[in-house]
């Protein structure tokens, strides 16, 4: 390259060079890219053979391609040196410029490391500036850096050797060098970024096919689902608004899915589910509730809210699952009735009866209920009143028998909890019952204890079967004439209870008489006519008392009255 026509060789090597870097960009892959870069040292720079190592991401390098020699190209491509061992070539020898030159007086040091390398044969040089076969020359590959700055990132190596006019290069040859080697790190770069994009571009269509078929998946499962399913929105002004539901949850409700849209699920459930449908829209779940229909009827449903969450954004909506459980609640509500329920007559049983009728009673007895002054007084633990009505400035407390100090206005310092039978402030309506055998005008709650005169010999002369059917009658008769606010129960045999609230003493009385009009009438069974009679016995319901104490009451009072008339009044079958 150093000769006496020096002008037109550099320019014979311009030409060259401008070849072999467009050779360098026009590459289609990695792969071609570096195997160019190793052939456009041997046909472009005047090099029998170039070798360049690529680094690898764990920082060693791989002889990634060769030119120049197909048995070397055969014995170290594919081979690694560690970044190490490179690290100390690069740092050995002649700098020139970016090039490393480890002359052959020096690079026997090498021999031994794990550096892949090819070995020359030749005579020994004869001048100073003649090419040795063991001389070393290695044009380092950086990214490329900022302007005026340093150099960037290591990418690789290129190895190059036995010049072709067999001398060392001059300054030209190293210039085209080093030129080329940045030429080459940019081309290095860029097929690099493309072979990147590439496979992103792969794994993005990759992903939008999985995506794609996803939704597919999705769609189908959500439109030919066996059960209703619908998606709604989450959060802000249109929180539960209805965006999608497939066509059995249409069919379900009645509504095609047009109609659908323009509600929220808040709309359609019951009044009684609202508060339920609040709390799993809010935080997923599963629950139960009943939802209109087009026809105005509620259908019990099964709904499980499932919360739809972006990463970034928060919740996004709601995957709703509705499934039909009208059946099965229609059978739980069926063993229900059966459990509180008599069989025969359909009225409520004994233990129904007693639930009802404690549900309206508690433990305070309605004689120690305090005014609102003695209520807040035993609130925070004051003395009680002595027998002036004066309070007594030093009464000791039942909690620990001592003298508890009040000032002059009865005021202490004594905050204890009330004792349970002293809440002023509960919500419960307590029960309360007229006084004296006299109607004073106290309405509370009337226990009417009804026993059938004159059953036990229809059962005798007719059979269990024609004493069932007065049994149907009589329950009729009195659910018929009570009022719809008021409780039939039958506790067993041919005995009846009625609870009626809000009675004084005549009303009670004129109930009685009316309910037993009603049962002493004609009762036709298979042709046959039979009657029966009615004793009734009124007891009073009240806080203090139990439902048991209640029952006894109203029946003892059936008997005195049962007793108290003549036998040929009381109608026998």
């Known amino acids: 390259m150093e000769t006496d026509q020096e002008p037109y060789v550099r320019l014979a090597t311009l030409r060259q060079l401008h070849q072999v870097m467009a050779d360098m960009n026009t590459a289609r892959s990695l792969a071609d890219t570096l195997q160019t870069v190793a052939d456009g040292v041997v046909n472009g720079l005047g090099y029998e053979l170039a ?28 081979r690694v040196g560690s970044r190490d061992s490179w690290e100390r070539r690069l740092a050995m020898g002649e700098n020139w410029g970016d090039l490393v030159f480890i002359p052959h007086t020096e690079g026997w040091v090498l021999d031994d490391d794990d550096v892949p390398q090819w070995y020359t044969d030749g005579p020994a040089p004869r001048f100073e500036d003649e090419w040795h076969p063991s001389d070393r020359l290695f044009a380092p590959m950086f990214t490329p850096g900022v302007p005026g700055g340093s150099c960037g990132e290591l990418i690789g190596v290129l190895s190059v050797d036995r ?37 992103a571009l792969v794994r993005l269509e990759r992903e939008q096919q999985a995506l794609r078929a996803s939704e597919e998946s999705f769609r189908q499962a959500f439109e030919y689902a066996p059960s209703g399913m619908a998606i709604a929105e989450m959060g802000g002004d249109q929180h539960g608004r209805i965006l999608r539901t497939n066509d059995a949850l249409c069919r379900l409700l009645g509504r095609p899915a047009s109609a659908m849209r323009r509600y929220a699920f808040s709309d359609l459930v019951h009044p009684e589910d609202i508060g339920t449908l609040l709390r799993t829209s809010a935080e997923g779940g599963r629950t139960e509730l009943r939802l209109c229909r087009r026809d105005g009827s509620y259908l019990w449903v099964s709904l499980r809210n499932s919360v739809v969450a972006d990463a970034t954004d928060g919740p996004r909506f709601l995957l709703t699952h509705v499934e039909d459980i009208e059946e099965r609640k229609r059978r ?3 063993l229900a009735h059966r459990a509180s329920h008599d069989s025969l007559t359909g009225l409520p049983n004994s233990a129904e009866l007693k639930t009802r009728l404690s549900s309206r009673l508690c433990q305070r007895p309605q004689s120690a209920e305090p005014g609102l002054v003695e209520a807040v007084d035993a609130a925070y633990g004051h003395g009680q009143l002595d027998p002036y009505g004066q309070r007594d400035q030093y009464t000791a407390t039942a909690t620990d028998g001592g003298l508890q100090p009040y000032d002059v206005n009865g005021h202490g310092f004594d905050f204890r909890a009330a004792p349970e039978v002293y809440g002023a402030y509960d919500h419960h309506v307590h029960v309360v019952a007229p006084e004296g055998e006299q109607d004073d005008g106290t309405k509370g709650l009337a226990v009417l204890f009804c026993d059938l005169d004159g059953f036990k010999s229809i059962n005798d002369r007719f059979g269990h079967n024609a004493g069932d059917a007065v049994l149907i009658e009589v329950a009729r008769r009195l659910g018929g004439a009570v009022r719809d606010g008021d409780t039939v129960a039958r506790l067993g045999g041919d005995e009846f209870v009625v609870l009626a609230d809000g009675l004084g003493r005549a009303d009670a009385q004129d109930l009685a008489v009316r309910l037993r009009n009603e049962i002493i009438q004609p009762v036709r069974v298979d042709g046959r006519v039979m009657r029966v009679g009615a ?3 009124i007891g009073w319901a009240q806080c203090g008392m139990t439902a048991d104490e209640v029952l006894k009451s109203a029946d003892e009072r059936m008997y005195v009255e049962k007793r108290s008339r003549p036998k040929q009044h009381r109608r026998a079958g």
Do not use: H
């Open 51 to 78: 070798c360049v190592n690529l680094v690898r991401p764990d920082g060693d390098l791989v002889v990634a391609a060769f030119a120049g020699n197909s048995a070397a190209e055969a014995l170290i491509t594919g």
């Open 163 to 199: 010049p072709r006019n067999g001398r060392r290069p001059g300054a030209w040859g190293k210039e085209a060098l080093q030129m080329y080697a940045f030429q080459a790190a940019i081309a290095i770069s860029n097929a690099r970024l493309r072979a990147n994009m590439q496979r």
């Open 332 to 334: 739980e509500l069926q």
């Open 535 to 537: 004793s009734f016995g």
